[in-house]
């Protein structure tokens, strides 16, 4: 009964070979670190020999060398402009929360006193870019008065900056002749009795016939609806100028003290076209 059998030999053996496996002897030391398995990598040569196998280039290919004579900046592009194809950058507006709000209350303001300074902002131009241009022919713009971003319909635009009411003119082609341009002028301004008709005038400049247009009273916007976008005390002073290939239609429109103002500046303009 004393004697141990086989059985309860194998167990014991096999827990003390668990107990050294684990590192949980008794008779290691308390202050001796523990072993640590090592990383487990697995061995991938296998997929070297059948890209090999198969013909598979898997070597890393080298940088492509960028060519830095096409990395030229656009300032030092020399930029060429076609014929009413020019290019046109707004102004940056405002970044901070304070300097939106401030644009915000100007544009509010502007548009009470009658406005109309253009959606699309201020061109960024050099003296050498401020004219219009359309057929072969151009005008150049006078001296206070700034460029702006022409719109879809227009080939070019000018702003007037004023403290009676901002003003603008628009460039535009057109197939209508004088009588047409005449009504069409007529549907934009009304006065006290209806629709104001204009008053026009006919001259010669570069041997090219030119129809002046003159209207004030009540504008109406026509993009407006129900009549809820009508100032009064406007004007419109327009030149239908009929080259051989084109017409063009100018129109200034604004406040009447703005365009009385620039009218001698907008006819001078006129008179100096020139080819271009």
Same mark, same amino acid.
């Given at each position: ?36 398995? %090592? ?23 080298? %940088? ?167 100032? %009064? ?21 604004? %406040? ?21």
């Amino acid at each position: 009964m004393g004697m141990t059998s086989p059985r309860n030999t194998t167990i014991f053996l096999s827990i003390s070979a668990l107990l050294a496996l684990c590192g949980c002897g008794g008779g290691s030391d308390s202050g001796s670190e523990s072993a640590v398995a %090592p990383e487990y990598e697995a061995d991938t040569s296998y997929l070297d020999d059948l890209a090999e196998e198969k013909g598979i280039d898997t070597s890393e290919p080298e %940088p492509a060398e960028i060519d830095q004579t096409a990395l030229t900046s656009e300032d030092e592009a020399d930029p060429e402009y076609a014929d009413e194809d020019r290019e046109w950058v707004k102004e940056d507006g405002a970044k901070s929360i304070f300097g939106k709000s401030r644009d915000k209350t100007k544009d509010t303001r502007d548009k009470i006193l009658g406005g109309t300074e253009p959606e699309n902002g201020i061109a960024n131009t050099t003296y050498d870019e401020e004219y219009a241009q359309a057929a072969g022919f151009a005008w150049d713009m006078p001296e206070d008065w700034r460029m702006a971003v022409p719109s879809a319909d227009h080939f070019a635009e000018m702003f007037i900056q004023s403290p009676l009411g901002n003003a603008s003119i628009v460039f535009e082609k057109t197939e209508m002749n004088a009588s047409q341009t005449h009504r069409e002028l007529k549907s934009y301004i009304t006065d006290t009795f209806g629709s104001s008709s204009p008053k026009t005038m006919t001259k010669i400049v570069m041997g090219h016939q030119v129809t002046i247009f003159d209207l004030e009273g009540t504008y109406i916007d026509p993009s407006g609806k129900g009549g809820r976008n009508e100032s %009064p005390f406007y004007a419109i002073h327009a030149a239908l100028v009929e080259l051989p290939t084109t017409k063009v239609l100018i129109r200034m429109w604004g %406040p009447q003290d703005t365009v009385k103002q620039n009218i001698a500046k907008f006819d001078a303009m006129i008179e100096k076209m020139y080819e271009k």
